[in-house]
């Protein structure tokens, strides 16, 4: 059973076209939810670390919540420059990343 | 520059060769962990370690062996490579704090093909 799970799969907007990722999770004893940013061929690049439900953090046009269930990732008025996929990833304990499959996301001019 | 590099980018083997894949960071971290990328599997831990000479199994260890004999370096060994361990690996570092988890900074990748 998938303890973190993403959605949609793979997603197009057009440029400017706002629109949020999801990532559900279903793992006790969180300590820590991290987003990446994955270009192809690359490694995955640090974007944001939650803690605790209700908490909120900013970057350029994202903007990453989470609850208690869930996070998302908002991307505002994106660029063809934010295509990528976008990583979800649980710690549990203090070592152990487990990553969902990740969103696949295009921005067209 | 703050940075974890991986030796060789690509590699390109044979079934039983045994091989040894480079991981390095330069950030002073106490943590460092392999992962293996496949396409709709996402990616998934191989081994991590704490610190030196402490290292531990992750979700998929089967036909690997690391060892941390130094602080800066983590090496991922093959000892008989088969095909299905083709894949696009990752070695991340992050430090260690007591009150929950850090960031994991990742390497650029080895594209590893075994025919």
Not at chain 1, 69 to 87: G, M, Q, V
Not at chain 2, 43 to 48: K, S
Not at chain 2, 86 to 113: H, I, K, M, V
Request: aromatic share 10%; hydrophobic share 30%.
């Amino acid at each position: 059973e998938d303890q973190v799970t993403q959605s949609p799969e793979a997603l197009r907007l057009q440029e400017g076209e706002s629109s949020s990722l999801n990532c559900s999770y279903t793992v006790s004893g969180l300590r820590g939810l991290f987003w990446y940013r994955q270009d192809p061929g690359k490694g995955p690049e640090f974007l944001f670390t939650l803690y605790s439900a209700g908490e909120e953090k900013e970057k350029e046009r994202l903007k990453a919540t989470l609850t208690k269930k869930e996070s998302f990732l908002h991307i505002t008025a994106p660029k063809p420059e934010d295509s990528a996929t976008y990583l979800c990833a649980v710690m549990q304990g203090y070592s152990t990343l487990t990553f969902g499959k990740g969103t696949m996301l295009l921005v067209s001019p | 520059e703050a940075q974890v590099t991986q030796n060789p980018r690509y590699l390109i083997t044979v079934t039983g060769k045994k091989l040894t894949v480079t991981c390095s960071q330069n950030m002073n971290h106490e943590y460092m962990s392999w992962y293996r990328q496949d396409p709709g599997l996402g990616l998934r831990q191989i081994y991590y370690s704490m610190n030196v000479e402490v290292t531990d199994k992750g979700d998929v260890p089967e036909g690997y062996k690391v060892s941390r004999k130094e602080k800066r370096n983590f090496p991922l060994i093959l000892e008989s490579p088969s095909p299905n361990q083709t894949s696009l690996y990752f070695c991340a570092s992050s430090t260690r704090t007591s009150g929950g988890g850090n960031e994991q900074f990742f390497g650029p990748g080895t594209r590893l093909t075994v025919l």
